[in-house]
């Protein structure tokens, strides 16, 4: 072939061929010709025909095999609420009659600020005030109303700080610790990490969960009482060879990194062990040190079917 096409040194030729590949360049266009691969290529036995650094140009990362850690985990459901610690109910010392509101749900408060005026019968009128920097969170008085010291008039939290609590199944029980570290990702995308700090000693008999508690902070006040988020408790599991799971791909019927051998990349069957969110251990088939693709390796897959379906005639 003397066409422009077979001059096209390989690393413009693997820009050709992925710009084929592209997902913009499909429609009602006519098709081409996917470029011709260098001269020099030996594609026979599962070899790419393009070199590592051509690869390399194009976005795909090189990673070393080593040991690491295996990010495994499950995923229960939880619910913020107030820091049970940080929350006061403010109500009267003697029962009385509320002749000022001063305060209403959702207003910030400073400590000793006031939050309404009540009469009293025996007293001269005093002042309910909040015990601490937060949040009116919830109000039960009006102008007029009687109030007495059985029931809270007001209720303020320090939301600086909030309490997530878990709804954790039998199964994972006995995996989960105080300490454990934490990822929070609520509905929004917010996300926090955090450690359990508490496990409840019994199991609830309606649900047939155990509720346990982690403790974020909160200073910007993102994390607002009743999101209901996912908590994610991470088992942390350290392993020889630990890879990235966009490394590992279907196969050849089977799993298989691309591992460097010269200057090329090759297809190399491993054996996946233990998995994790978004490492996995693989047991056999790579050993430390070996180099392979990481980041990107669905282009040296892609590659490497078409020189597949380029034989398979």
């Known amino acids: 072939m003397t066409g422009p096409a077979s001059r096209l040194l390989p690393g413009a030729a693997l820009a050709a061929a992925l710009a084929l590949a592209s997902p ?14 260098p001269a020099d290529a030996h594609a026979e036995g599962g070899e790419t025909p393009f070199r590592v650094a051509d690869f390399e140009r194009h976005g795909v990362r090189v990673a070393t095999a080593a040991g690491g850690t295996v990010d495994a985990g499950v995923d229960l459901p939880g619910e ?9 109910h403010v109500a009267p010392r003697v029962p009385g009659l509320v002749r000022e509101v001063r305060k ?3 207003d910030a408060v400073r400590a000793g600020e006031v939050l309404a005026v009540v009469e009293s019968a025996t ?39 909030v309490w997530v609590d878990v709804h954790v199944y039998q199964s994972a029980l ?9 990822r929070v990702v609520a509905g929004s995308g917010a996300e ?18 155990a509720t ?35 490394a590992v791909h279907g196969y050849d019927g089977g799993s298989a990194v691309f591992v460097v051998e010269g200057d090329r990349f090759v297809p190399r069957p491993v054996t996946v062990g233990r998995r994790g969110r ?16 990481e980041e990107g390796s669905f282009l040296v897959k892609a590659e490497l079917g078409k020189g597949a379906a380029g034989h398979d005639h």
Request: hydrophobic share 40%; charged share 20%; proline share 12%.
């Open 24 to 37: 913009g360049c499909g429609g009602g266009e006519p098709a081409r010709r996917h470029p011709e691969p």
């Open 80 to 88: 913020v609420r107030p820091n049970g610690d940080r929350l006061a």
């Open 104 to 106: 209403r749900v959702g």
């Open 123 to 161: 007293l001269a009128p005093f002042e309910l005030r909040a015990a601490f920097d937060g949040v009116v969170v919830d109000r039960h008085v009006a102008p007029g109303e009687a109030v007495s010291p059985d029931s809270p008039a007001f209720i303020v939290a320090d939301l600086s700080t």
């Open 174 to 182: 006995p995996d989960l610790r105080i300490g454990q570290p934490v």
């Open 192 to 209: 926090a990490g955090g450690r359990v700090a508490y496990v409840a000693p019994v199991v609830d008999q309606a649900t047939r969960t």
């Open 212 to 246: 346990a508690r982690i403790e974020l902070p909160n200073p910007d006040g993102a994390w607002r009482p009743g999101l209901f988020v996912t908590v994610t408790v991470l088992h942390p599991i350290e392993a020889p060879v630990v890879v990235a799971r966009t």
């Open 278 to 293: 978004t490492t996995v251990e693989i047991t056999t088939g790579l050993s430390p040190g070996e180099r392979f693709a």
